[in-house]
């Protein structure tokens, strides 16, 4: 039976991202509008869920990070439900990070179908699909979805060791409706190895590819100066595995501060709409261009008008890849 794949967030995490000059910044760039299926290794451990009838409901929520448990660091799920098996039932004391903050619990174990359990569900990976924004033939590099990878339930940034990029092909698509985001389903199988993601940041996720994987014709980097309110492409992967161009207007240019929110757009598109129904979750990365020139990225869906939403400028993804590069991140 086959499997819904998560499509990532929409909500990036948002954060100013550092100028940097337009010289350090590379003048074209190949736009890819492939989708990619996302595989994401946390640096942690995270609480994905909490069974409602153990102790630990109320005090340990969705999103929270276990640092240790009884004075032991935690970098495995294996690791803690070995050490709470041979605590006999005796409470543990766990240490999490939460918002920034680190706290203390003691939980008692409940013995259930032989295994003594504190009721956590617990992940260290994440999975979904999103979208390649560009390829760097000069680096190798390549930038995806335009927003960084937040915690679905707290909207708190994930901390990422690595992860890898798959090419996929679009099996099908929950159309967007008005209230209720729609989203991008691919098949079942991975494909061929896209690249490694080495950064997760608030304006995309960045990594290098396997080969010339996103080899095509490059169009230059348009400044956010160049870019006007009027009619312009997006590039986007909405069945199978082939990318294709779909009219859209940007409505506004207005630059954001906290990134990913510089551009208001409506999808034109009449192929696009009846398909999607606008923008859907995994379409977030779609190369946004105009009079010939890459001009960024679609990031956000507007939940109560679908056809509408938002993008960022390239030249902002790259101002903050440069800044992780340079080892500037915060």
């Known amino acids: 039976m086959k499997r819904r794949a998560a499509a990532l967030a929409l909500a990036g995490m948002l954060s100013a991202c550092l100028a940097l ?52 660091p935690v970098t495995q799920p294996q690791e803690l439900a070995e050490l709470v098996q041979g605590s006999g039932g005796e409470a543990v004391v766990l240490r999490i990070l939460r918002r920034g903050r680190v706290m203390s619990f003691t939980l008692k174990p409940e013995l ?36 960084g990878v937040s915690d679905p339930v707290t909207g708190a940034a994930i901390e990422i060791k690595g992860g890898l990029a798959h090419l996929a092909a679009i099996e099908s698509v929950v159309m967007g409706e008005r209230g209720k985001a729609g989203e991008l389903v691919k098949a079942e199988q991975s494909g061929p190895l896209a690249g490694t993601i080495t950064q997760n940041t608030p304006c995309g996720l960045f990594g290098l590819a396997e080969g010339a994987v996103f080899s095509g014709p490059a169009l230059p980097v348009a400044q956010p100066e160049e870019v006007t309110p009027g009619k312009a492409e997006i590039l986007s992967c909405v069945a199978g595995d082939a990318p ?14 906290a990134g990913a929110r510089d551009l208001e757009l409506c999808i ?62 915060a």
Not at 44 to 60: F, K, M, N, R, S
């Open 21 to 72: 000059t337009a010289a350090a910044q590379p003048t074209e760039l190949v736009p890819v509008g492939r989708a990619v299926g996302l595989e994401l290794e946390t640096g942690g451990v995270y609480v994905a869920g909490v069974d409602e009838t153990a102790q630990a409901a109320g005090l340990i929520k969705p999103g929270d990070r276990v640092l240790e448990a009884g004075g032991r």
């Open 112 to 147: 259930r179908e032989g295994r003594w359990r504190l009721g956590l569900y617990l992940r260290e990976k994440i999975a979904g699909i999103g979208t390649v924004t560009f390829y760097d033939p000069a680096t190798g590099r390549f930038g995806a979805l335009g927003h």
């Open 244 to 257: 294709r161009r779909y009219a859209i207007t940007i409505l506004s240019v207005h630059a954001d501060e």
């Open 268 to 329: 034109d598109d009449k192929a696009l709409l009846s398909r999607t129904g606008g923008i859907v979750q995994g379409m977030s990365g779609s190369p946004i261009l105009q009079n010939g020139k890459l001009v960024g990225a679609v990031t956000h869906v507007l939940v109560q008008s679908p056809a509408r939403g938002y993008g960022i400028f390239l030249t902002r993804m790259l101002e903050q890849l440069a800044r992780y590069e340079q080892g500037q991140a």
